[in-house]
C-alpha cells in the first residue's frame, strides 16, 4: 500500500494527515483537485479509526418536522412553503405531542426538531412545546432548532441569542443540530439564500450555544454551485471555531437534492463527490470526533460504504423525514434498528447504538419496538 500511495500525486498531502499534522487550505484544494478516492479514503480511515477503533454509531431517534412554513425560501429547499400556499403545515402542540410520545414508547433516546421561520407564531409556542414535551417524556433527549431557527426566535423573542437559548435550555432543550450552515461563502448565501443568517452569524449562534454547554452538530450542503475553495473554507471555520469551544459532537456532510427546487436543473451529486466530501472532511476536520453519514441523502448503499472511507456514525431510525423527500430523496422514512446493525456488521465493523451525546445505550429487550419496523 505504501508504495501505491507514494505513487499518487498527492503523497505528502496524505502523509502529512496520517502523521497527525493539521491540513491547510492548499492541502484540502488539493484533496478535491484529486480523483485518488481510495488512497484519500484509504487515510480518512486510519484517522477514524484511530478516533473511534472498529465502532459504528447509530442512533433511535425520530424527527418532527413541526411546520414548514418559511420566509427564507431558499433556493435549494423544496420542503419550505408560504403561509397561505397549497401544502403548507404547521402543526398543532397536541400532534407534536402525539409523535414526541408515540416515538419514546417506541424506544427513541432523540427528537430531532426542525421546522421553518413561521412569521407568525410566538416564541412562547417554541418554549411550550419543548417544555411540554420534556415533562412528559424527561428521558429522550430533545436535540432542536438549527442556528438559523434560533436567530429567528431571539427576533421574534426580542431577546439576545443567549437568552432566547437560555430560556429553552431551561425549558428543556438538550442540543442544537447541524442544520442551517449550508455553505458560509458570503457570495454563495448571495445567490441561493440571500435572506438566511450569515455564516459568521450561525457561528456566532453555535458559538453562544457552546459557551451555554449546549453542545451541537455541524453540516454543509455540498454539491449544488460551490467550489472545492468554498467547500475547504467552510471547514476550517468550524475547525477553528471548534478549537476555541470544542462544542461540535458531529459534522454531518449533506448532498444536495435539487428536485421541486429553484435549481432542479442541476444533478443530483454522484458517488465519487460524495466520497470525497466525507473522507476529505474527516482529514480536515482533525477536531471533530464524529464524522455522520446521514444516510437518507447520502443513500443507504453508500452510508454503508462510507463507513470505510472516514464516517463512524450513521444516523438512526430517522422514521417521517420530510426536508429530503420533498426535493426527491429516493431512501425510505425510516429503516429500523434491524437494518441498520445489519448494514454495519455486513461493513466489517461493530454497531453501538448511542445516544445523542455519544454514551452507548443499554436496552432491555421489552423496549425496542423499533426493531419490528
Ligand atoms: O438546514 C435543505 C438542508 C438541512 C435540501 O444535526 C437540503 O444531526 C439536501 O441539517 N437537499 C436540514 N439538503 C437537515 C439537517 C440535518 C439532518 C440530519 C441530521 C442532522 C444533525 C442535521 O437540510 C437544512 C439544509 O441545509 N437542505 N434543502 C435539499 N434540497
Ligand atoms: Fe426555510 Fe430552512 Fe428551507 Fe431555507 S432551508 S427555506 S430556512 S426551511
Redesign the pocket.
Same mark, same amino acid.
Given at each position: 500500500m505504501e508504495k501505491l500511495l507514494q505513487a499518487s500525486s498527492i503523497y505528502d498531502v496524505l502523509k502529512k494527515a496520517e502523521q497527525g499534522e493539521r491540513l491547510s487550505f492548499e492541502d484540502g484544494v488539493r484533496l478535491f483537485r484529486s480523483n485518488d478516492i481510495l488512497h484519500i479514503g484509504h487515510i480518512a480511515n486510519i484517522i477514524r479509526e484511530r478516533k473511534n477503533g472498529n465502532k459504528a454509531y447509530y442512533i433511535t431517534n425520530r424527527h418532527i418536522n413541526y411546520s414548514n412554513i418559511c420566509k427564507n425560501r431558499?433556493k435549494?429547499? !423544496?420542503?419550505s412553503r408560504d403561509k397561505d400556499a397549497a401544502g403548507s403545515y404547521a402543526m398543532e402542540m397536541e400532534e407534536i405531542m402525539e409523535k414526541a410520545v408515540a416515538a419514546v414508547e417506541e424506544g427513541a433516546t432523540e427528537l430531532?426538531i *426542525?421546522g421553518g421561520l413561521h412569521p407568525d407564531l410566538p416564541f412562547d409556542f417554541y418554549v411550550k412545546m419543548i417544555g411540554e414535551i420534556h415533562e412528559c417524556c424527561p428521558d429522550v433527549h430533545i436535540?432542536a432548532f &438549527?442556528a *438559523?431557527e434560533i436567530e429567528h426566535l431571539s427576533q421574534i423573542a426580542k431577546l439576545p441569542v443567549r437568552q432566547t437559548l437560555k430560556i429553552l435550555k431551561e425549558a428543556g432543550l438538550g442540543s442544537l443540530? $447541524? $442544520? $442551517? !450552515?449550508?455553505v458560509f461563502s458570503p457570495k454563495i448565501r448571495e445567490q441561493l439564500c440571500p435572506e438566511k443568517l450569515s455564516g459568521e452569524g450561525w457561528l456566532q449562534v453555535m458559538r453562544e450555544a457552546h459557551n451555554l454547554g449546549l453542545h451541537s452538530?455541524a &453540516?454543509m450542503?455540498y454539491g449544488h454551485v460551490e467550489t472545492p475553495e468554498d467547500r475547504i473554507n467552510h471547514l476550517l471555520k468550524l475547525r477553528e471555531l471548534q478549537d476555541e469551544t470544542g462544542g461540535f459532537m458531529?459534522f +454531518?456532510p449533506? !448532498?444536495?437534492?435539487?428536485k421541486n &427546487?429553484d435549481l432542479s436543473n442541476r444533478s443530483n451529486t454522484t458517488a465519487m463527490l460524495d466520497l470525497k466530501v466525507i473522507s476529505i472532511s474527516r482529514l480536515m476536520l482533525d477536531n471533530f470526533d464524529h464524522i455522520?453519514a446521514?444516510w +437518507?441523502?447520502l443513500g443507504i448503499k453508500l452510508s454503508q460504504v462510507s463507513l470505510g472511507f472516514g464516517v463512524d456514525d450513521i444516523?438512526g431510525t430517522v422514521k417521517e423525514e420530510k +426536508? &429530503?423527500h !420533498?426535493?426527491g430523496a429516493e431512501t425510505p422514512e425510516a429503516l429500523s434498528v434491524h437494518e441498520i446493525i445489519k448494514l454495519i456488521k455486513e461493513s466489517g465493523r461493530e454497531p453501538v447504538e448511542r445516544d445523542t451525546l455519544y454514551n452507548p445505550v443499554k436496552r432491555h429487550q421489552k423496549n425496542i419496538v423499533l426493531q419490528k419496523a
Open positions: 431558499c435549494f429547499c !423544496a420542503f430531532h *426542525v436535540q &438549527t *438559523v443540530p $447541524g $442544520g $442551517g !450552515a449550508e452538530n &453540516t450542503l458531529s +454531518i449533506l !448532498a444536495f437534492h435539487p &427546487t455522520k446521514f +437518507i441523502m444516523d +426536508i &429530503t !420533498a426535493a
